[in-house]
């Protein structure tokens, strides 16, 4: 469970790791922006959503991990209602980074109903990575 400030109204609101429906604000109905942590216990639930789901397989120490952070904090802004965004921290959760094969970090992989249907191997620009999101959304 995380705290999460509606982009509508500044409400502050509960938002679940795991939920079969989408974060609503309790205020003013918006969607909320959805972006969790994952781990090897709760990954299954956590992933699976109603919307597309950008899993990223990052680390604390890893640069390119931080610069791409921003970019998806405020993917799952622009698009709330419409992506979901799983943080997977690979140092703590061997089990995911394997699933995935993960060789290199940052690793973006795109759920849609469950399934991978892109993947992108480290870092790109935030349009770049906008439109990678977009694209295979859509």
């Avoid at 922006?33 to 919307?51: C, I, M, N, Q, S």
């Avoid at 604390?60 to 709330?80: I, T």
């Avoid at 995911?96 to 970090?105: H, K, L, P």
Wanted: aromatic share 4%; hydrophobic share 45%; charged share 25%.
């Amino acid at each position: 469970m995380s705290i999460v400030s509606c982009v509508s109204c500044g409400a502050k609101n509960r938002v679940p790791t795991a939920a079969s429906g989408l974060p609503r604000c309790a205020k003013c109905k918006a969607d909320l922006p959805w972006l969790v942590e994952g781990t090897d216990r709760d990954f299954d639930a956590v992933a699976a959503a109603k919307v597309p789901v950008v899993v990223d397989l990052w680390a604390p120490w890893c640069g390119p991990c931080h610069m791409v952070a921003p970019v998806l904090e405020k993917l799952s802004r622009e698009r709330a209602g419409r992506l979901k965004v799983v943080k997977v921290n690979v140092d703590d959760n061997r089990e995911v980074q394997a699933r995935f094969g993960a060789m290199s970090i940052p690793t973006l992989v795109l759920l849609r109903d469950g399934r991978e249907v892109s993947r992108q191997v480290g870092a790109l620009p935030a349009r770049e990575l906008e439109r990678w999101v977009d694209q295979h959304s859509a």
